[in-house]
């Protein structure tokens, strides 16, 4: 994949640089809020699917993606979180091993997670890590496919600056990994005699990398 030819790839190169701008941040800094509600945008690369025959393979373009993150202050360097995002996207079929198409259709990926995130010192910059557990939603279209719910996880870590005291940004990378199984049917269509499945999953983990930037609202 050719994250260069992608809309969204320099925000994903520029994420390492701001990082390493803020080492120069001043030990201690702004307070933790009891709430944060952060509004977020970004892009989404990854995500592919295919089959335990070797037949098929199905692979979600990349787009932009929404979401929304509740923070709790927990302590002075850590807060509980709520996380929220939905990918629409596109997924393109694909025979193998020819690699020729076979079609598209239309993927909402939704994912609901909760978890914690640890916050270190800055003055208006503070890096921290998050790490969450949840739910994936896969919703494709033709509407005749059975949507999928399946266990993840996602590790991220970026930059909370705060240049009030009721705003900031939030800049992160997260990783999200969802838990598929080796034998797993998706896409699946319920039919009046049998129920017919797109693929049978031969990938444990179907992995995706989000590069977002949020509003945050301080309470």
Avoid: K
Avoid at 53 to 74: K, P, Y
Avoid at 190 to 204: H, M, Q, Y
């Amino acid at each position: 994949m050719e994250f260069a030819s992608r809309p969204g790839a320099l925000a994903l190169m520029l994420l390492p640089l701001l990082l390493a701008a803020g080492t120069a941040a001043a030990q201690g800094g702004f307070d933790l809020p009891r709430v944060s509600l952060t509004p977020l945008g970004g892009y989404t690369f990854g995500g592919r699917f295919e089959d335990r025959t070797g037949d098929l393979e199905v692979e979600a373009d990349d787009t932009a993606h929404v979401g929304l993150i509740l923070n709790f202050r927990e302590s002075a360097r850590t807060q509980w979180e709520v996380f929220y995002a939905l990918q629409r996207t596109e997924a393109d079929v694909s025979e193998l091993p020819s690699g020729a198409g076979i079609g598209t259709m239309d993927l909402d990926i939704q994912y609901l997670q909760a978890g914690g995130t640890y916050v270190a010192d800055g003055l208006t910059a503070r890096p921290f890590l998050a790490a969450t557990v949840g739910v994936t939603r896969f919703d494709p279209d033709p509407l005749r496919f059975e949507s999928e719910n399946f266990f993840s996880f996602g590790i991220g870590a970026g930059w909370q600056l705060q240049p009030t005291d009721r705003l900031g940004l939030r800049l992160e990378g997260r990783l999200m990994g969802t838990f598929l199984g080796s034998d797993t049917a998706l896409f699946c269509e319920t039919g009046p005699e049998e129920n017919v499945c797109a693929l049978v999953s031969d990938s444990e983990i179907y992995w995706q990398l989000q590069t977002s930037l949020g509003i945050v609202f301080r309470f």
